[in-house]
């Protein structure tokens, strides 16, 4: 059975995962770089529970975070989507957008092209009121994305889910 495509861009199809998709994103959490904004690289059963994760609230709410196909060479690059986020905070529980891309396919616009058009998405489909994104502070290149799809800074506050004192903790939090 095919996967159920979402949305689709010039250049992208955002749409179910499948089972191929799932090495190639525990190849890239294991990646220093791809995870440098995280608190660690995840092995492949953090990777294959964070699948679940992301397979259970699409199944839940009817929305995620979608994997990205390029459509010239067919190969999955990662994830842009929607995830309810719940951790202990002043905005939160909240729809957060959120992307992760292979290394090979960054600088390229799939993130912000991916993230426009979930945006556009909610917008005629889902219609979910605030939508949120956060990342570690020293994480640029992710907040600049933010920016780009129009996002609006509203401060910083500290990661609960990150030790205190960890350079991570500190992140940015901007709103749709």
């Given at each position: 059975m095919e996967p159920r495509i979402y949305i689709e861009t010039p250049r992208l199809l955002l749409r179910d995962w499948i089972l191929s998709d799932h090495q190639v994103f525990i190849d890239m959490n294991k990646d220093e770089r791809v995870m440098e904004f995280f608190p660690?690289?995840?092995n492949d059963e953090e990777t294959l529970a964070s699948i679940g994760r992301i397979a259970t609230q699409m199944d839940d709410l009817g929305y995620g975070l979608y994997a990205v196909q390029r459509k010239d060479d067919g190969r999955f690059i990662g994830f842009t989507g929607f995830y309810l986020t719940c951790f202990e905070s002043h905005f939160t529980p909240c729809v957060e957008i959120g992307w992760r891309y292979s290394v090979?396919?960054?600088g390229q616009g799939f993130a912000t092209e991916a993230a426009?058009?979930?945006l556009d998405y909610n917008k005629k489909?889902?219609?979910i009121k605030d939508i949120y994104s956060f990342?570690?502070?020293l994480n640029k290149r992710s907040e600049r994305v933010?920016?780009?799809i129009g996002m609006q800074y509203q401060g910083t506050f500290d990661h609960?889910?990150?030790a205190e004192g960890h350079p991570l903790r500190p992140h940015v939090l901007y709103r749709y």
């Open positions: 660690s690289v995840l090979d396919d960054w426009l058009a979930c489909i889902l219609k990342t570690a502070v933010m920016q780009k609960p889910d990150i």
